[in-house]
């Protein structure tokens, strides 16, 4: 097994390619012409260990309300379920400029195509294709795909608290 030192998990944290690695592991898991805006919304809640965490045990059946909002147990004491999702719009603010380039990366990898404001995978993933920590990450992103595709945009724009942009 290969250890990896701070450097090396800084550089694969912040690596684009990896980020577009995520986006089209999200991609295969919505399954149908997405909003591109809807893309930026992604990476802020897979790059947080506890709402990642969450994402690795979600089903076809999750909503973002199953996911984020019942509340969890910490130490004997139940806090609101929304603390998975805490400094996400610090998160999204901070990380347009990488999901652009992650976007950009899979467009010229032929890998999405973009088409008006909608993207479309060509080339879908399959998280089970990965072992250990790769597959908990690409399962967490294919999910987080399935529960915005059942999810109104309005909705996860209220309950994410971004601001909907035509």
Same mark, same amino acid.
């Given at each position: 097994?290969?250890?990896?030192?701070?450097?090396?998990?800084?550089?694969?944290?912040?690596?684009?390619?990896?980020?577009?690695?995520?986006?089209?592991?999200? *991609? =295969? $898991? !919505?399954?149908?012409?997405?909003?591109?805006? %809807?893309?930026?919304?992604?990476?802020? @809640?897979?790059?947080? &260990?506890?709402?990642?965490?969450?994402?690795?045990?979600?089903?076809?059946?999750?909503?973002?309300?199953?996911?984020?909002?019942?509340?969890?147990?910490?130490?004997?004491?139940?806090?609101?379920?929304?603390?998975? *999702? =805490? $400094? !996400?719009?610090?998160?999204?603010?901070?990380? %347009?400029?990488?999901?652009?380039?992650? @976007?950009?990366?899979? &467009?010229?990898?032929?890998?999405?195509?973009?088409?008006?404001?909608?993207?479309?995978?060509?080339?879908?993933?399959?998280?089970?294709?990965?072992?250990?920590?790769?597959?908990?990450?690409?399962?967490?992103?294919?999910?987080? $795909?399935?529960?915005?595709?059942?999810?109104?945009?309005?909705?996860?724009?209220?309950?994410?608290?971004?601001?909907?942009?035509?």
């Amino acid at each position: 097994m290969i250890q990896m030192g701070i450097k090396e998990m800084s550089t694969l944290s912040t690596n684009p390619h990896y980020y577009a690695f995520l986006l089209q592991n999200f *991609l =295969s $898991g !919505y399954d149908k012409p997405c909003e591109a805006r %809807l893309l930026f919304m992604t990476l802020p @809640i897979l790059l947080y &260990s506890e709402s990642r965490e969450k994402l690795v045990t979600a089903n076809s059946r999750s909503k973002m309300e199953s996911l984020f909002s019942s509340p969890q147990s910490i130490n004997d004491r139940k806090i609101a379920g929304k603390t998975r *999702l =805490s $400094g !996400y719009l610090n998160r999204y603010n901070t990380l %347009l400029e990488d999901c652009k380039k992650a @976007i950009i990366i899979l &467009s010229s990898e032929n890998n999405i195509v973009i088409k008006d404001k909608n993207i479309v995978v060509l080339q879908r993933l399959q998280y089970k294709d990965h072992k250990g920590k790769i597959k908990d990450w690409s399962r967490a992103a294919y999910y987080l $795909g399935l529960v915005f595709a059942n999810a109104d945009e309005d909705h996860l724009c209220y309950f994410l608290g971004v601001e909907k942009h035509e």
